[in-house]
């Protein structure tokens, strides 16, 4: 390749890494708006928890995908796919298309945020060129979590919240072109590694029972409750059939048993818990407590992402002065204070008070994650490094995708129980949206406001007590031992 070639490939994956960390925080922006116009506050953790497992379920099994089509043209699949459902889902006349959309987005996204990955390897073999270009792959994301409130806030505010899915379309037709364009991959021979099917549908029945468990606790403990039995059968089910895999395993049974590895992945589960619970709550707190608009509602989540970038880069520092685990509480605690805030927050708590509180929450997640990420790859032998750093990245995400989910079972159960004449379930929707606000009487307005408050204090204190569990996980446990690698 040349090096105009060069570049404009590394642009356009950019592109797509943008437009999936854009979709990760302007549509937490738009759900008032989105709630309010399709009556769907029962459903809101869906729309995100549904995106997530689409992505977590699909990440291993693009990349085996890409050994049969090649990774460019199933990189330029997922964007298509990402693409179509994210204008149907902005086409979406009530919440169920829009969920079953956004199940699609989630699928597009999991190759669209994955295979680049290994596009890189083939386009930069020189390791410290990749480990530059990688760098840029942080800093896009993390520019696409900052400008995505505005964004968001801005198009929901002057046009409507259908063009925080609209605006994909453009995003990731350019990203298309200009890959086709200057990236022509080498047909490679298949190396014929034999797939865990088995484990890999087990495994994906097992996050779906488990999600719909989880959100069955909204209206039906009894049924939340067998799903749960079921899920954790499966569970059991996905495990005995790993024990005969051996390194062709979805998850070698190896991995699962190492409870130092796995201990770290306990503990992003519960810190993304929390991180997406400040995510989709924060803006519906400053939009239906302070009667802020959409705008200011997706501001909240400046501070956080701002510094979760400085604390990212300030840990390459600091674990060349102290022990990982000692870098994993600091973040922990960073995060611990945000929770705290959440939790002490009044009804009459100023907007500044939610910024501070986010601030602290990317802190704290900028400073846990690199040393647990590279924690993962080293403590395990060469041959599970892949797999390793995989199974990371699915319980990052399931952390965020079941949470998301009971934190949304949570705030329906808490509204519905508080509700009484002539109060609604609707008229609490109109309210975590400042535009439709306007049209409810003045009078009841503070008891709405009183009936919301509680229940986001409610999952503020479930996210203080997971952040606890966090700390209590990272104090007890010991660090895996660094292994040997070739030529060490």
Request: hydrophobic letters at 50%.
């Amino acid at each position: 390749m040349s090096k105009r070639q060069l570049l404009v490939a590394t642009i356009a994956l950019l592109a797509a890494n943008f437009m999936g960390g854009l979709d990760a925080t302007i549509i937490n922006t738009a759900l008032p708006a989105i709630t309010s116009d399709l009556n769907g506050i029962r459903y809101i953790g869906w729309i995100s928890s549904i995106f997530l497992l689409g992505t977590a379920v699909t990440t291993v099994l693009w990349g085996r995908i890409g050994e049969v089509l090649g990774n460019k043209r199933t990189f330029q699949l997922a964007v298509i796919i990402f693409i179509v459902s994210s204008i149907l889902g902005g086409l979406s006349t009530n919440m169920l298309m829009l969920i079953v959309m956004r199940a699609f987005m989630g699928s597009g996204a999991g190759g669209m945020t994955s295979i680049p990955f290994i596009i890189y390897a083939d386009i930069y073999p020189n390791p410290a060129q990749r480990a530059r270009a990688l760098g840029w792959v942080t800093a896009s994301f993390t520019l696409s979590t900052v400008v995505g409130p505005l964004i968001g806030g801005w198009l929901v505010d002057t046009f409507s919240w259908h063009w925080v899915f609209y605006i994909n379309g453009p995003i990731g037709i350019i990203a298309l072109l200009m890959l086709q364009l200057s990236y022509h991959e080498e047909k490679i021979e298949s190396q014929h590694h034999a797939f865990d099917y088995r484990g890999a549908a087990l495994l994906v029945l097992t996050l779906v029972v488990l999600l719909f468990a989880s959100d069955a606790l909204a209206n039906n403990f009894l049924r939340a409750g067998l799903l749960l039995v079921i899920g954790i059968a499966l569970a059991i089910c996905f495990y005995q059939v790993e024990k005969h895999q051996g390194l062709s395993a979805m998850v070698p049974v190896e991995l699962l048993k190492g409870w130092r590895i796995q201990s770290q992945n306990i503990i992003m589960f519960l810190l993304n818990g929390f991180f997406i619970g400040y995510s989709i709550y924060a803006p519906m707190w400053a939009q239906g407590l302070l009667g802020t608009n959409a705008t200011y509602g997706g501001m909240t989540q400046i501070a956080s992402s701002i510094l979760l970038l400085i604390g990212a880069r300030w840990t390459a520092t600091l674990m060349g002065r102290m022990p990982y685990r000692r870098v994993v509480m600091l973040g922990s605690i960073s995060v611990l204070i945000s929770a705290i805030a959440m939790v002490m927050a009044t009804k009459q708590a100023p907007y500044w008070w939610l910024i501070i509180s986010g601030g602290f929450e990317g802190l704290g997640i900028g400073l846990a994650f690199t040393p647990m990420q590279v924690s993962l790859q080293d403590g395990v032998r060469e041959e599970l490094v892949g797999i390793s750093t995989t199974f990371g990245l699915l319980f990052r995400t399931l952390g965020q995708t079941f949470m998301s989910a009971i934190f949304g079972a949570v705030l329906s159960l808490s509204t519905i129980s508080q509700l009484r004449a002539p109060l609604t379930n609707r008229m609490i929707n109109q309210l975590t949206d400042a535009s439709t606000a306007k049209s409810l009487p003045a009078t009841l307005i503070p008891q709405l406001r009183t009936i919301l408050f509680n229940s986001l204090h409610l999952i503020m204190v479930i996210g203080l007590g997971i952040i606890i569990c966090a700390l209590v996980i990272n104090f007890i446990r010991k660090e895996p031992a660094k292994q040997p690698r070739g030529g060490n």
